[in-house]
Antibody
Framework: QVQLQESGPGLVKPSETLSLTCTVS????????WSWIRQPPGKGLEWIGY???????NYNSSLKSRVTISVDTSKNQFSLKLSSVTAADTAVYYC????????????????????WGQGTLVTVSS | QSVLTQPPSASGTPGQRVTISCSGS????????VYWYQQLPGTAPKLLIY???QRPSGVPDRFSGSKSGTSASLAISGLRSEDEADYYC???????????FGGGTKLTVV
């Protein structure tokens, strides 16, 4: 079955760029949408954005100016870059496969998320 | 402040039936499917319910979902100690053009 694994630095300095990669195994990235979701310590889930293997993206409007998600189909990976980070960006970052869904006549890329990676804690601190 | 509203906590005794509510608006729950996730302590969330009331393979039929208007509910029957976890609802929001989550409900089995 499909498995996802996040990788990247666990510590990032304020004002710098957070960079994470998600490696997909057990299946091809050439289908579905692929998403990043984060969870600050002790808090709830926040959707960051998703990318289709074709390269089309959709980002959370509250993070859009700082977020870039890209895909490398040759490596079966997709990546997250979050610029100008502050302590508020400290969180466990999860990658997940996003299933497109259609309801009430409209379709959207961010339906349900399954499976998820195990998550990686990124701390923003000097 | 989450777009979808859940009670922060819920509790029940073994064998009992508990429900967790999720309240939204016409731009999310009112017009799109609801999804539920279970997050066991120290682990990643896991899909529990999709399309309001559908269970992925492997999810026990003790878990069920429903939706009415702009609200949804997750019901857990025959409560077990291993059900102690955080539960999150989610839905696509047409106004925000993205998925939104509830704040989560911590379920305690006493």
């Amino acid at each position: 079955q499909v498995q996802l694994q996040e990788s990247g630095p666990g510590l990032v300095k304020p004002s710098e760029t957070l960079s994470l990669t998600c490696t997909v195994s057990g299946g091809s990235i050439r289908s579905y949408y692929w998403s990043w979701i984060r969870q600050p310590p002790g808090k709830g889930l926040e959707w960051i954005g998703y990318i289709h293997y074709s390269g089309s993206t959709n980002y959370n409007s509250s993070l859009k100016s700082r977020v870039t998600i890209s895909v490398d189909t040759s490596k079966n990976q997709f990546s997250l870059k979050l610029s100008s980070v502050t302590a508020a960006d400290t969180a466990v970052y999860y990658c997940a496969r996003a299933k497109a869904d259609c309801s009430g006549g409209s379709c959207y890329g961010g339906g349900w998320f399954d499976p998820w990676g195990q998550g990686t804690l990124v701390t923003v601190s000097s | 402040q989450s777009v979808l509203t859940q009670p922060p906590s819920a509790s029940g005794t073994p064998g009992q039936r508990v429900t967790i509510s999720c309240s939204g608006s016409s731009s999310n729950i009112g017009s799109n499917y609801v999804y539920w996730y279970q997050q066991l302590p120290g682990t990643a969330p896991k899909l529990l319910i999709y399309r309001n009331n559908q269970r992925p393979s492997g999810v026990p039929d003790r878990f069920s979902g429903s939706k009415s208007g702009t609200s949804a509910s997750l019901a857990i029957s025959g409560l077990r100690s291993e059900d102690e976890a955080d539960y999150y609802c989610a839905a696509w929001d047409d106004s925000l053009s993205g998925p939104v989550f509830g704040g989560g409900t911590k379920l305690t089995v006493v």
